[in-house]
């Protein structure tokens, strides 16, 4: 995944927290250091400003930057560029912000897409932690990792391998008979 979308899944999360009386009423364009909110030619100044207001106060809450472009009539916002906390700058000690949702889903996916760490892990976890890594590195589109996860922890010998292949085997048969 790379860090744009990243950027924009992490902005997704906090746009869905966001109660607005409009439906859809922009859409996010992904950046380098963030997002760009267009809002719809249909909504009215008023509108634009609820959505604008509340779109800033979550993302600032969030420890977003974020700045208005406005309409020549210096009033209606146009769009709300919205800077990533990994892009805000640095303090003197080199500390950053903490990585928001996509930028830690972006990290997991790239530490835990390694098939020796999964080898090397995967055996000792129970079949629940592990179908949550699998099913984590599935949904991010790496779903040759999540299932080297899947088969490094039915490598092991013993009886827990045994449940395992045999839970894996009875919902593969569940799930195509639903179909």
């Known amino acids: 995944m790379e860090f744009r979308t990243a950027i924009l899944i992490e902005a997704a999360a906090l746009v869905d927290k966001i109660d607005l009386p409009v439906h859809e009423p922009f859409a996010l364009t992904p950046r380098a250091d963030g997002v760009v909110v267009r809002y ?69 996916a790239e ?16 079949c629940s932690e592990l179908a949550a890594v699998a099913d984590v590195l599935g949904a991010l589109g790496l779903s040759g990792s999540a299932a080297n996860w899947q088969e490094a922890h039915e490598s092991t010998e013993g009886e827990h391998t045994k449940a395992c292949r045999a839970r894996r085997v009875a919902a593969a048969q569940f799930a195509g008979s639903v179909r």
């Open 40 to 108: 719809r030619d249909s909504l009215t100044p008023e509108q634009r400003a609820t959505a604008s207001s509340a779109l800033t106060e979550a993302f600032k809450a969030a420890g977003w930057g974020y700045g208005q472009r406005l309409a020549r009539d210096n009033r209606t916002v146009v769009a709300t560029r919205l800077t990533h906390p990994s892009h805000l700058a640095m303090d003197g000690t080199g500390w950053r912000a903490p990585l928001g949702l996509g930028l830690a889903l972006l990290d997991f």
């Open 111 to 126: 530490q835990f897409s390694s098939f020796d760490l999964a080898y090397e892990v995967a055996g000792s976890m129970q």
